[in-house]
């Protein structure tokens, strides 16, 4: 079946340092790849996806490449804000599932 | 705008009794789901449907039920609650195959003592 590792946290990062929250799956077919983030008492948003190998999501700064040969999408940025504090979720789908595969959620702590 | 709403945002209930929580969506999608979020658990499924009377089991499903029987509508009932069944549930929707658009509500804290 699926599944999605992700690193454990929190992260815990001062403001401007870089950001890397690794992720890696397992899948029977060939997926497209999220990144959700949650913020302190909301649901879950979109951040980013990529649907095929070696694309590149990217949104609010944060980016994530499609690395088929090592199945991971590892998610990164380049400068972290202390409003990018919160949980974040790496997920797959296969094309022909309504149904996404969700990472255990990674949380990041950005101090001033 | 379009919206998924869930209520109560927070609710206390006592051991035992029959509990409901709504959700409401005005995107018109066929696909509905309730997650719940524990620490150390992540997200777990529990039922969805993808439109109406339609309805299937998660893979957390024991203790809960859904009906559906409008296209914006998919009330998770809690049988007769439990301490385990506390946690922060999820609603969530979508039309497209390949996890496209799939929008949460903000959730509901349910405390079961």
């Known amino acids: 079946g699926n599944s999605v590792t992700q690193m454990e946290g929190p992260v815990t990062l001062s403001e401007e340092a870089f950001l890397t929250i690794n992720c890696t799956y397992t899948a029977t077919g060939y997926p497209s790849l999220f990144w959700y983030v949650q913020y302190p008492g909301e649901g879950l948003q979109l951040l980013l996806k990529?649907?095929?190998?070696?694309d590149k999501g990217s949104n609010k700064g944060f980016e994530a490449t499609y690395r088929k040969e090592t199945t991971s999408f590892h998610l990164e940025k380049g400068s972290v804000q202390v409003s990018d504090s919160a949980v974040y979720f790496c997920a797959l789908s296969e094309s022909g599932s309504y149904i996404p595969t969700f990472g255990r959620g990674t949380s990041l702590i950005v101090h001033p | 705008d379009a919206e998924i709403t869930q209520s109560p945002r927070h609710k206390i209930t006592e051991t035992g009794r029959q509990v409901t929580l709504a959700c409401h969506q005005t995107?018109?999608?066929?696909?509905m789901f309730w997650y719940r979020q524990d620490l150390g658990h992540g997200l777990r499924l529990i039922h969805y449907s993808y439109g109406v009377h339609d309805t299937n089991k998660g893979e957390v499903s024991d203790g809960y039920s859904v009906s559906r029987s409008n296209t914006e509508d998919l009330p998770l009932t809690l049988e007769s609650a439990a301490s385990s069944q506390t946690s922060v549930y999820f609603c969530?929707?979508?039309?497209?195959?390949?996890?496209?658009?799939?929008?949460f509500g903000s959730g509901t804290r349910l405390t079961v003592v």
């Open positions: 969530a929707s979508s039309e497209q195959r390949g996890g496209y658009g799939y929008t």
């Open positions: 995107w018109n999608h066929n696909n």
């Open positions: 990529a649907t095929k190998a070696d």
